[in-house]
């Protein structure tokens, strides 16, 4: 069984700095491409950025691209989301997720966190 858990969220000023951990527990860690995502209160859940399961290979959201890094460290089972120059519309509830997929429409994964909050004040 796959289990998710973020932390790291909180309320930071505008231009400071978070980093999310996802903490991943069950198999198969170290084939999944993993993935950060985020949905602010009333909007539609959106993809953040996402690594391959080597860490070779990263994609990021234009309006993150720059400013957030993601990272995983296969031997501690564990995805990182290093997020700079934060800005007040990166507030939302970050999740984390496994074995993200990649279609024509969408980016999607097949287990999830139950997330992190994130405030970014003006």
């Known amino acids: 069984q796959v289990q998710l858990v973020e932390s790291g969220g909180g309320l930071v000023q505008a231009g400071n700095s978070l980093r999310l951990s996802c903490a991943y527990s069950?198999?198969?860690?170290?084939?999944?491409?993993m993935g950060w995502f985020r949905q602010a209160p009333g909007k539609e859940r959106e993809f953040v950025a996402s690594i391959s399961w080597s860490g070779d290979y990263t994609y990021y959201a234009n309006s993150v691209k720059g400013r957030f890094t993601i990272s995983r460290d296969n031997a501690k089972n564990t995805v990182y989301l290093q997020m700079n120059s934060l800005k007040p519309e990166d507030t939302a509830n970050y999740f984390c997720a496994a074995n993200v997929q990649y279609y024509s429409d969408k980016v999607t994964g097949d287990y999830w966190g139950q997330g992190t909050q994130v405030t970014v004040s003006s």
């Open positions: 069950g198999r198969t860690f170290s084939t999944y491409a």
